[in-house]
Structure formats: structure tokens, C-alpha cells
């Protein structure tokens, strides 16, 4: 058996995206011979971003951008430097610093119009600017093809207003023959699977080879249909091809359009692994012809011709299959050479240059959401609601040696929010095992269990950024939606994160059904307080959507939240039918312009002050909420804080973060996030004592973390005990904690 994984154009570009890993992983624990995981997206990126690209470009398009107007001739009377300059750029996006010198100084590099703003915003022009510029003269050039040659592209996700907002099938595969495509996807799949060895192994394989083509957004669904309608045409008889991934999962649940028999097999819904596992079981790859199955199988669609089989949604032994497999799948990049992704850098804000910058092997510390009650979400969809847990210690070890063969210590965890245990453990892990050389970072739930001690552990164990949903700054709003939370628990744990060196993002949400123009403003009131406090550091301002998959819609059906009406498409053949509207959501779209205005002000330190309701141009209410409401939320972390130094006599949840204790004079002196932190001893204890209790709390160090010796010191009598309290009283939080 062998297995063909495809990432279509258009994802990130700095790093492969994750699905690839996990089906990689998976397909050779079930034995396959061989399987080999392509990642397109970044070879289709990278032959558009070349010299050769930029040719086949300018050629194809001089005519018409002559036409255009003033802007689009320019980049035609600069073509020869754009052609030449162009792989230079790429290699300063690659780390490249003898080119970052030429693309900053040379007045020979082309300059396109967001180059241009750019260098307009910077004082003192040097070489640490390179990849600012670099990334700049991407979205220059992405704004020519989109302008003069393909109007759906952009730098990701392309097409995705296609996809999106077209509701007939027959609409989507207009754009699959689209100039881009057709220019730089197709001659690359006519390298990769006719001009190469893998044309033979398919050919010569006694098995039909499978290829699973991975659909996350609406933006890769039409390059999708682009690469299943070449598979088809030179490997028919040869293949069998499966579309899985989020589009697949929300969008196409329920299609039954044959058409899809052009492009692909099967529609492998969520996790994918007991889907294949019926696959395998059902010797479709062996042979048996699509046709000859009238029998569901379990998450698995099947299209032939003339027909669509439905898949089953429950099978009590695949889903213990897959709940297996999903705790012990560790994902594998050996396919995955890194260092062809450039690292873009669209912005100066820290938090925001996680996302683009740098090179993230993806994975995942657990398969769904641990708390999955939002309103809003897909909490009816496997990828919210099926929580299971990964074996953490087992993810570490793969993870780790993956990161030693590849250079790459950066690990981008892509759960629903990351389970705090799970944090905790990996980040014992990375101290114990690597001398935390691996940095991580994340969704999270802004909750109560991020503690200062906890985050102060999860900092010195390799957690750098965590993003986390706010949606509504509310009270009222939080319970609206079912958040879980409340703004002193969003506050303290916003405080304990920054506290500890990590960089917040928040994600925000308006719109939602029965929001008031005032929940809004005090909403943004809330967030402004936030920013100009310092506990967060980015944001983005999501318009709400009702999906069909969401709890509120769930609710709805079943006769709740009458107030909602939910308009219904009339045509039911529709072929993507996840996104619902509902009477009254456009009224609140006139605040999506100076909420994202504002946002951009506070995440580059402008504006901060300035009222809430002047970032608007039409009448807004006053904000009700508190103006020292956070200040006070603050208050109260501090409070708690200040009163939580007290130790009791075990030693089982405290763990010691800083270095060498060293005993000068009557103190005990140490060195904890970059302080020289001391206490003095009590005239009780001795030379004997001292050096007992330094070892003792040396020995709680997460690379042995061994409580018997401090446990022993607490035991040996009740005097020393108190003593040994009272001092580690006075390191609580500045190097000990407790879990």
C-alpha cells in the first residue's frame, strides 16, 4: 500500500501546514510501503517568487498592465529589475544577510508601492530592516498578479471568496482553469508526478496508490479541484484520491454533487484516521471497484459517476480506533526540508510576527476542546467536541529528536486552546530533557487555573505567546455566549502571562446575535484598558458568522433563542451551506472599520487615549463600564498574589526555576529573571542547616526535581520546619512556585 500526501496552494508560507505531518505519521504506522508528503503550497509560492515566475509573468501580462493605468505600467517599465532582484529577496526572507545588504541599499532594487509606505515610516534605514522590506515586495508583487493577471490570488488563500460565497458547484469549477493556476500549479504537478520517479511508482504499484489532498480554508479548495483534475486525467485507473481537512469537515458535510467525481473519491470527514482505517478494511485500495460499495462506511463519502454513497457518522469500533490513534500519533516532518520557507515579516508587533516569522513545526497536545460549550463554535463538529488527550511525554521525545534532525526548535501548537496539564507536563518535559531549547506557544483559555506560578513555570519551560479567544468584554456578553469565564479570571490571567515574559493575543468577536451598539462600545472600552494596562499585545476583530454547526444554531433548532431568526436558503441543493445569515446582522457591520482602525492605533502604541467613540464617523453611545475596570481586576490579582506566600510542609507541588543558591554572610543570594534576588536567614539556623535547605531546594529543580530532601528537612522537627517556611516564603515568586 502506498500513500501520495498533497498541501494545495494557498496556505502559510514560513511553514508546512500540519495535516500533512499527522496523515504522514499515520499511513506508515498502518504498515503502508511507502508514503511521501508533498507540500505544494510552498513549491507553488516559491516558483511564482522566482526569476523564472516573474518572466512567465510580466510576459503573460505587459499588455494588459499597460492598459490598466499609471500603477500596474510601472511595474512593467521595472520588470527586468523585479526579475533580477526577485531571488534575492527571497534569500533575505531566508535568512540571507549578504542580500538583505543589496535589497536595502541598492537603488537598483525595484520599489513597489507597499515598499514604498514601508521606507516612508522608517527613520534610520539599516539591514534589520531586510526582511520587513522583503515581505513588503511580496504583497507588491501579489498586488500585480491580482490586479493584471488573476484577481482571486493573494498571498494566502487563494480563491477564498469563491469559495465562500458561491453556492452552486458549477461556479467554484470556473476557477480551476484560472490564469495562476494554470500558469505555475499545473507545470509544477507535471514536474513532480510526470517527470520523475513517482510516475513509475504509481504506474508499476500492483495496489492503487492513495492521495489525500488536504482542504483546511475555502482559499485551498479551488487549487484542490486543480490538482484532483490532473491526478485524474494522467492516473485514473492508478489512484484513488480523498479531500479531507476544515472545508471539507464544515462546508461539505452534507453535498451529494457528483460533479466531485471529477476532482476526487472520497471526502475523508475530521480526524481522517478511522475514515482510511474503513478504507483499508473495505480493500479499496486492493482493487474493488467504488461502484461495487452500497455499504456506508463510517465518516467516508463516496462518489462515482453517477452516484454519491453517504458516509455513516458512528462506528463504536473506529472511534475507539481513532481515539487510539489519536493519543499516540506522533507527527512526522522528515518530508519537510525547512529551509525553503521563507519567514515573512509583515509587522513590528511581536505577537503578530509569531504567526508569519520563523519557521513552526505544527502539532497538537490534544485532539479537540476541553471545554467546548462556546455558542458560537462548531461545538457539534469532531474538531471542538471529540476532546482526547495526547500521551505527552511520547509527543515530547518525537517531537524533540524532529526538532534536533531538522534545526528547528519552534513548536506551534495548533489545539482548539491548550489543556494547562498538558502545558505543565511538556514544559517539565523541555526543562528536564533539553534545557528548554524548544520554544512553544498556542491557544489558550483565559482562566483562572494561570496562576502566577503557573505561568511562571510554563515561561521558564519554553512557552513564549499564547493567543486566546475574549470575544465579548463583558460580563453579561462572556455569559452570553458561554465562555466559561469572567474579566477578573481574563484579567489575572493576562496579568500572570505578561508577569512572566509571554506575549498575549486576543481575539474578539461583534456582531453576535442580539449584540447592542453599547455591548460593542463597552466591549471595545474593556479592550482598550487592556492594551493601555499592557496585557495584551495584539488582537484581531472577528464579524460574527452562525454556522450550522454551532451551539447556538444547535439551541435554535430545537425551539431556543426565539428572538433569532435564522434565514434558511431556499435552494437546498445548495453545494456549501455552513455560514447561515439572520435578520439584523448587518447592522452592526458599519463598526467593523474603526474597531480594526483603532486596533492597529493600540497594537503600535498610538491613540491609546483617545475615546472610544471618536474612532467611529456616526453616533455611537458612551461606554457604561468602569474606566478603572481592568485597574481594579488588577488590584485584585496583586491582592491575591501578595497573600499566596505561604508554604505548607510538603514539598510535592513546589519546583525551584532559578540557578545556584549561594550562602554570603547571614543571606542566601540567587539570580531569577535576570534579578539578584536575596534573603536573610534566621539567626536559628546554622552552617549545617543552610547547606541542607540550599540543597533541598536545589533538588527541586525540574531537571531532577527530587522532594525527599526538603520533605526530610520539614520532618526532621517542627522548629526547623517553621524556619525552613519562612524562607521559602521569601522566595515564592522569585524562583519557587507552586503547582
Known sequence: MNAIILQPPIVQLNTPYPSGAYLSAFFKRQKFEWVKWIDLNILFMNSIFSSEGLRKIFSQTEEKAISIGEESTRYILQKDSWINSIDSIMAVLRGDAQEAHKLIYSPHMPRGMHMERFLETVENLNQDNARMLATFALADIADYITCVMDSNFSLVRYAESIAISETSFSQIEKTVDSPILSTFLVPLLEKIFLESELKKQIEENKE???????????????SALCIGKFLKKYFADKILISMGGGFINTELRETQDTALFKYTDFLSYDRGYGSYKALLDNNFISGKSITEQEIPLYKLKIFSKDKCLSHKEEDEALEEFENQETSQIIPDYCDIDFSIYPKVTDSVNPMQRLWSDGNWMKA????????????????????????????????????????????????????????????????????????????????????????????????????????????????????????GTDLDSIVSACCAFKEAGILVHAYMIYGYFGESDQDIINSMETLRQLF???????????????????????????????????????????????????????????????????????????????????????????????????????LKYEEKNSNSSEIQESAEKLWWLAGPVIKIGNKLKWSYMQEIHNTKLPKEIDESMANDFISAVLSLSPQNHDTKPMNELFLRDKNKASLANRILSAMRGCGLVKL
Open 208 to 222: 492503487k496508490t492513495l492521495v489525500c489532498i488536504s482542504v483546511p480554508f475555502a482559499g485551498t479548495f479551488t
Open 364 to 483: 497538537y497536545l490534544a485532539h479537540g476542546c476541553y471545554w467546548h460549550k462556546c455558542s458560537f463554535c462548531d461545538v457539534t463538529l469532531d474538531y471542538v467536541k471529540s476532546y482526547r488527550m495526547t500521551q505527552i511525554e511520547k509527543l515530547y521525545e518525537g517531537l524533540s529528536k524532529q526538532c534536533a534532525s531538522h534545526g528547528v526548535y519552534g513548536i506551534h501548537f495548533v489545539d482548539e486552546a491548550m489543556p494547562p496539564k498538558a502545558q505543565i507536563e511538556f514544559a517539565r518535559l523541555n526543562m528536564k530533557n533539553n534545557s528548554c531549547r524548544i520554544s512553544f506557544w498556542g491557544n489558550v483559555r483565559f482562566e483562572k487555573i494561570y496562576t502566577r506560578d503557573v505561568a511562571e513555570f510554563l515561561s521558564k519551560g519554553g512557552l513564549i505567546g499564547v493567543s486566546g479567544g475574549i470575544e465579548i468584554a463583558t460580563g453579561s456578553g462572556l455569559d452570553k455566549i458561554s465562555k
Open 532 to 634: 493601555k494596562a499592557g496585557l495584551v499585545d495584539s488582537c484581531f476583530w472577528h464579524k460574527f458568522v452562525l454556522t450550522r454547526h454551532s451551539r447556538l444554531y444547535d439551541e435554535w433548532s430545537k425551539g431556543e433563542h426565539r428572538d433569532l431568526k435564522v434565514i434558511e436558503p431556499e435552494n437546498t441543493g445548495l453545494f456549501a451551506k455552513n455560514g447561515l445569515h439572520f435578520e439584523g446582522e448587518e447592522k452592526t457591520r458599519k463598526f467593523g472599520q474603526g474597531l480594526e482602525t483603532s486596533l492597529n492605533s493600540w497594537m503600535e502604541g498610538r491613540g491609546i487615549d483617545i475615546p472610544v467613540n471618536q474612532w467611529f464617523d456616526f453616533k455611537t453611545p458612551f461606554p457604561t463600564v468602569r474606566k478603572d475596570l481592568v485597574e481594579k481586576a488588577i
